[in-house]
């Protein structure tokens, strides 16, 4: 089935230590998110690429940065890791993201713990 | 700026009875999407239901519906019938344009239902 997979599930990382986590779609979608989502909080939208066009949300710290090298796939890469950036990553896929009625795709998320 | 409420952290039903989740939203656009999403333990994002703002009925899909009343702006969402496969975290969330036309969606902080055998 087509799918959106994140690897790994569980990400633990040491305080500092740069981190990647990733994400690949089947589905041939043109934009790929990457949600943060805290616990018992909201989704919150930290970038996303519409094909190769980048797009950062405004309040989204310095130390996350993104990559897509191919329409498949998808990275975040945090580079230095806080002991409040430890979170559910969710990265999502929409076809076109040009219209209104669309709805994203999910993947399975990535729980990130900072010791 | 657009924001979606969702004024009940958690819920109980019981299990083969009807629950009602709240949603409300503000928005200063037209034409808007709601969506509601279903994220068991497991953490992954399940799509429920959509409802369009120029969408003259409410939306159905299974045991769910949608309840829009649009000049209250709430998108409440019924679940019918509720199993114990139903007890997850339950997002509410709506479409979003930047002013570059970059598309997204935004989400209410989530209620979590528990149905009780």
């Known amino acids: 089935d087509a799918m959106v997979i994140q690897n790994p599930r569980y990400q633990v990382t040491q305080f500092g230590k740069p981190v990647t986590l990733s994400c690949s779609q089947t589905l041939n979608h043109n934009v790929m998110y990457w949600y943060q989502q805290k616990s018992s909080q909201a989704p919150k939208l930290l970038f996303h690429y519409y094909d190769k066009d980048f797009n950062n949300e405004a309040d989204t710290p310095d130390n996350f940065q993104s990559r897509r090298p191919n329409t498949s796939f998808c990275f975040l890469d945090i580079r230095s890791p806080g002991l409040g950036d430890a979170a559910m990553y969710l990265c999502a896929t929409s076809r076109e993201g040009g219209t209104r009625n669309e709805k994203l795709f999910f993947g399975s998320g990535t729980q990130l713990s900072v010791l | 700026a657009q924001k979606i409420t969702q004024t009940q952290p958690g819920m109980f039903v019981q299990e083969k009875e009807a629950v009602t989740l709240d949603c409300t939203y503000d928005?200063?656009?037209?034409?808007?999407?709601l969506f509601w999403y279903k994220q068991p333990s497991s953490g992954e994002m399940i799509f429920l239901i959509y409802?369009?703002?120029?969408?003259?009925q409410n939306a159905t899909e299974g045991r769910y519906s949608l309840n829009f009343q649009k000049a209250r702006k709430s998108a409440n969402l019924v679940i019918s019938a509720s199993q114990l496969g139903d007890s997850a975290m339950y997002f509410c969330a709506m479409s979003q344009w930047g002013m570059d036309s970059s598309y997204k969606l935004i989400f209410g902080s989530g209620t979590r239902l528990l149905v009780r055998p």
């Open positions: 409802q369009g703002s120029y969408d003259e």
């Open positions: 928005t200063s656009d037209q034409s808007y999407g």
